[in-house]
C-alpha cells in the first residue's frame, strides 16, 4: 500500500481493492488514527490524522488481511421483478429464476458508499457472475431499485439517474436523516436478500 500526503493532517491511503480498503478502515477507526475514515473501492482517505508519520510507518510496514468484519446483518425483502432481470439471465445463460436464486444464496457485505447518501456497494466473497452496466443510463430510477453492475449490487436510496441492470426493487429505507445513524448499510454490515 502506498501513503500520499493529502496536507498537513490527512492521507490518502491507496490499496490493493476493495476489500482491502475496508479492513484498513476498520483498523483505522478501531486504532482512532484519525477523525474522518473513508474507504473507497481502491483508497482510504484519513482526514484529522492524529499522528501522520506513525499511521504511515504502520500502513507501509504492517500488511492488513483483506478479510470482511463482522459487521451486523440486515435483511432486505426483495420483489425480484425489475426491467433488467430477463436481460441479466441471458447474459449468464440461465434463466430469471436462477438470477434470483444467485442473488439471494450469498452474504452481500457493504464495501464502501457512495454515488447518493446511502448507496452501498455490495460485493461477495462467493464466485460471482460479472454483468455490464446499461450501455443507455436512465434518466430515472426509482427509490429502492436493485441492481447489478460488473461484480457489484446495489440498493438506490432514492430516485437518481443510474446505468446499472435492475432486477428488483424493496420497501427498506436505506436513507433516513432522522435515524441515529441515517444510512442504513454502513461499510462492514453484511446483506442477505431474501425473495418475497
Given at each position: 500500500?502506498?501513503?500520499?500526503?493529502?496536507?498537513?493532517?490527512?492521507?490518502?491511503?491507496?490499496?490493493?481493492?476493495?476489500?482491502?480498503?475496508?479492513?484498513?478502515?476498520?483498523?483505522?477507526?478501531?486504532?482512532?488514527?484519525?477523525?474522518?475514515?473513508?474507504?473507497?473501492?481502491?483508497?482510504?482517505?484519513?482526514?484529522?490524522?492524529r499522528d501522520p508519520e506513525e499511521v504511515r510507518r504502520r500502513v507501509v510496514s504492517e500488511p492488513v488481511a483483506a478479510t470482511p468484519p463482522d459487521g451486523p446483518t440486515v435483511r432486505i425483502p426483495v420483489t425480484y421483478d425489475g426491467p433488467d432481470l430477463e436481460e441479466v439471465a441471458t447474459r449468464w445463460q440461465v434463466d430469471s429464476e436462477q438470477v434470483v436464486a444467485r442473488h439471494t444464496s450469498v452474504?452481500?457485505?457493504?464495501?464502501?458508499?457512495?454515488?447518493?447518501?446511502?448507496?452501498?456497494?455490495?460485493?461477495?466473497?462467493?464466485?460471482?457472475?460479472?454483468?455490464?452496466?446499461?450501455?443507455?443510463?436512465?434518466?430515472?430510477?426509482?427509490?429502492?431499485?436493485?441492481?447489478?453492475?460488473?461484480?457489484?449490487?446495489?440498493?438506490?436510496?432514492?430516485?437518481?439517474?443510474?446505468?446499472?441492470?435492475?432486477?428488483?426493487?424493496?420497501?427498506?429505507?436505506?436513507?433516513?436523516?432522522?435515524?441515529?445513524?441515517?444510512?442504513?448499510?454502513?461499510?462492514?454490515?453484511?446483506?442477505?436478500?431474501?425473495?418475497?
Amino acid at each position: 500500500m502506498r501513503c500520499l500526503s493529502m496536507g498537513p493532517k490527512a492521507l490518502l491511503v491507496e490499496t490493493d481493492g476493495p476489500w482491502r480498503s475496508l479492513a484498513l478502515a476498520e483498523l483505522a477507526r478501531a486504532e482512532d488514527w484519525a477523525v474522518d475514515v473513508v474507504p473507497a473501492a481502491a483508497t482510504v482517505l484519513l482526514d484529522g490524522v492524529r499522528d501522520p508519520e506513525e499511521v504511515r510507518r504502520r500502513v507501509v510496514s504492517e500488511p492488513v488481511a483483506a478479510t470482511p468484519p463482522d459487521g451486523p446483518t440486515v435483511r432486505i425483502p426483495v420483489t425480484y421483478d425489475g426491467p433488467d432481470l430477463e436481460e441479466v439471465a441471458t447474459r449468464w445463460q440461465v434463466d430469471s429464476e436462477q438470477v434470483v436464486a444467485r442473488h439471494t444464496s450469498v452474504t452481500w457485505v457493504a464495501l464502501f458508499t457512495g454515488f447518493a447518501p446511502g448507496f452501498g456497494y455490495l460485493a461477495t466473497k462467493e464466485t460471482w457472475p460479472s454483468v455490464g452496466r446499461r450501455s443507455t443510463p436512465r434518466p430515472r430510477v426509482p427509490a429502492g431499485a436493485v441492481g447489478l453492475a460488473d461484480r457489484w449490487s446495489g440498493i438506490y436510496p432514492a430516485e437518481t439517474p443510474g446505468g446499472w441492470q435492475l432486477i428488483g426493487r424493496t420497501e427498506v429505507v436505506l436513507w433516513d436523516a432522522l435515524r441515529a445513524d441515517p444510512a442504513l448499510l454502513t461499510p462492514g454490515t453484511r446483506v442477505r436478500f431474501v425473495a418475497r
